[in-house]
Nanobody, 124 residues
Framework: QVQVVESGGGLVQPGGSLRLSCAAS????????IGWFRQAPGKEREGISC????????YYADSVKGRFTISSDNAKTTVYLQMNSLKPEDTAVYYC?????????????????WGQGTQVTVDS
């Protein structure tokens, strides 16, 4: 059974940093994508970053490029999202998802397994 679990959310002041973690288990594929998405109240879900397991190829949405960094551990079972220079508009529920046998992409509808989400609030 595939499980995806996010952690690391919280309250941070503008300009601060947080690191989110995504632990994926229950599959032994060598080739998959893990993506980070977020959804703010009243807004559509937004894809912000992804990483490909085979070569750690990454992609970032323009809204987070230069501020957020996605990475994975050596075992490629945990993916991190380091978020720096946070802004109030980054406030959202952040979700992690995995798409087996896929390249890195941010099409939410094509991701098969989702975590429960973790709240990130940027506020002074």
């Amino acid at each position: 059974q595939v499980q995806v679990v996010e952690s690391g959310g919280g309250l941070v002041q503008p300009g601060g940093s947080l690191r989110l973690s995504c632990a994926a288990s229950g599959f032994t594929l060598d080739y998959y994508a893990i993506g980070w998405f977020r959804q703010a109240p009243g807004k559509e879900r937004e894809g912000i970053s992804c990483i490909r397991s085979s070569d750690s190829n990454t992609y970032y949405a323009d809204s987070v490029k230069g501020r957020f960094t996605i990475s994975s551990d050596n075992a490629k079972t945990t993916v991190y999202l380091q978020m720096n220079s946070l802004k109030p508009e980054d406030t959202a529920v952040y979700y992690c998802a995995t798409d087996p046998w896929s390249n890195c992409h941010l099409e939410a509808s094509e991701y098969d397994y989702w975590g429960q989400g973790t709240q990130v609030t940027v506020d002074s």
